[in-house]
């Protein structure tokens, strides 16, 4: 098996097992701070990483255009949902929705789902709201909210840079497998964060 594929699916495996902790970065808390808090916010609960992750993961599968167009429209997408959220708009069941998107995602990755890609922008998009609305509702009051919001799109675009990194592995068919086997994993943890909000 080829070092370079196996250091690359080994970090990426031992990544998602560290992420699959009982936690959500959505819980209403927050400390004071502009473009560091919120760069450093979306990367502090694995639901929001995982998903983020998939994203980029499932683009380069589909490969052009979706490989840079699902990762470009999510966070402004998401931009929108964080402004909604900053406003006070309400939105139903936020938590849920960002728990089924990491279910959701991960069975993209794991089956290498091949959708048109209006429709799979149609399943981000959906996503890209409630992510970003839990972020904005999150803002802390004694934040800057323009330096906060751009913080942590930049964070989830890195986090879909890693996605594509990581996907980029199926060019080889041992990396395909591998890739798919690691979106299995990420399905798996969403089943649990659905469970959690259910049982909460």
Do not use: N
């Not at 990426?12 to 808090?37: N, Q, S």
């Not at 402004?76 to 964080?82: D, T």
């Not at 986090?159 to 798919?180: D, M």
């Amino acid at each position: 098996m080829d070092v370079r594929f196996q250091t690359t699916f080994s970090l990426a495996l031992a990544m998602a097992l560290l992420m699959a902790m009982p936690a959500f970065a959505h819980t209403g808390a927050g400390a004071a701070g502009g473009l560091a808090a919120g760069f450093l916010h979306p990367l502090s609960g694995p639901d929001h990483l995982l998903a983020m992750v998939s994203v980029g993961i499932w683009g380069a599968q589909l490969g052009a255009p979706a490989i840079w167009l699902l990762p470009i429209a999510f966070p402004l997408i998401m931009a929108l949902g964080g402004t909604a959220g900053i406003i006070g708009l309400p939105l139903t069941a936020t938590e849920l929705l960002i728990a089924i998107s990491v279910l959701v995602l991960g069975v993209m990755v794991a089956q290498a789902r091949r959708l048109p890609l209006a429709a799979a922008l149609a399943i981000i998009g959906v996503f890209a709201i409630a992510h970003g609305h839990a972020h904005g509702v999150e803002l802390p009051q004694s934040a800057d909210a323009v330096a906060f919001s751009t913080g942590f799109v930049l964070a989830t675009g890195s986090l879909h840079a890693l996605g594509i990194a990581i996907g980029l592995l199926v060019k080889w068919p041992r990396g395909a497998l591998a890739v798919r086997c690691l979106g299995s994993l990420v399905a798996a943890i969403g089943i649990y964060f659905v469970g959690a909000y259910a049982v909460a």
